[in-house]
């Protein structure tokens, strides 16, 4: 065998294991979470289908001003979460292997039970508002979005820097708004 023989062979293995570590590290990233906030959610539309006429339109309100500041940070999240949080996600060349697509459907799946961004905000999810804010912001802070079998084959989609800035600005704006809604 030549030396670039011996080379092919060994970064068609690398490309495989990756491949096969992508539903451990899925796993293990997540952490399966428990879906303990359903209730909140549900707590949520409850509050939303008693409020008055005017205060249905000042939450209307409050939420389209949220949502025309979150176009100027919506770049960011496109780039680093519409693939999981959204309708438009770009699947990648190994989803049509098997067992690695049926992970990355679930993945999917799971991903926008907790926080779907295809129709801008407000998101959907099993929390409220402020709490998905909140949580936006924790997993960002720690490193944790996106997860790390995404990042394995996606580079650089951690959001650093003045984007992080940038999007902890507007969740933290976005906040200030809602609780001025209680």
């Known amino acids: 065998m030549t030396t670039s023989s011996i080379q092919r062979l060994l970064n068609g293995f690398l490309v495989l294991g990756l491949l096969l570590l992508i539903p451990v590290v899925s796993i293990l990233s997540h952490g399966k ?3 303990d906030d359903d209730d909140k ?3 949520q539309e ?19 001003a949220i949502n025309d500041n979150y176009q100027t940070v919506r770049y960011i999240f496109k780039n680093s979460c519409f693939d999981c949080h959204t309708d438009s996600t770009k699947y990648p060349w190994y989803h049509v292997l098997p067992f690695i697509g049926g992970v990355i459907d679930d993945d999917i799946k799971e991903a926008k039970t907790h ?4 129709n801008d905000f407000p998101f959907g999810g099993h929390a409220t508002q402020i709490d998905q804010l909140t949580e936006i912001k ?8 996106p997860i790390l079998s995404y990042r394995l084959t996606h580079w650089g989609l951690l959001i ?12 933290d704006e976005s906040i200030k708004m809602l609780k001025e809604l209680k």
């Open 46 to 64: 409850a509050v939303d289908s008693t409020l008055s006429d005017s205060s249905q339109i000042i939450q209307d309100s409050v939420y389209a």
């Open 33 to 35: 979470k428990k879906h």
């Open 160 to 171: 650093e820097g003045k984007k992080q800035d940038s999007v902890f600005q507007w969740i």
């Open 41 to 43: 959610n549900d707590k």
């Open 115 to 118: 926080l779907d961004m295809s």
């Open 138 to 145: 924790e997993e960002i802070k720690e490193g944790k979005m």
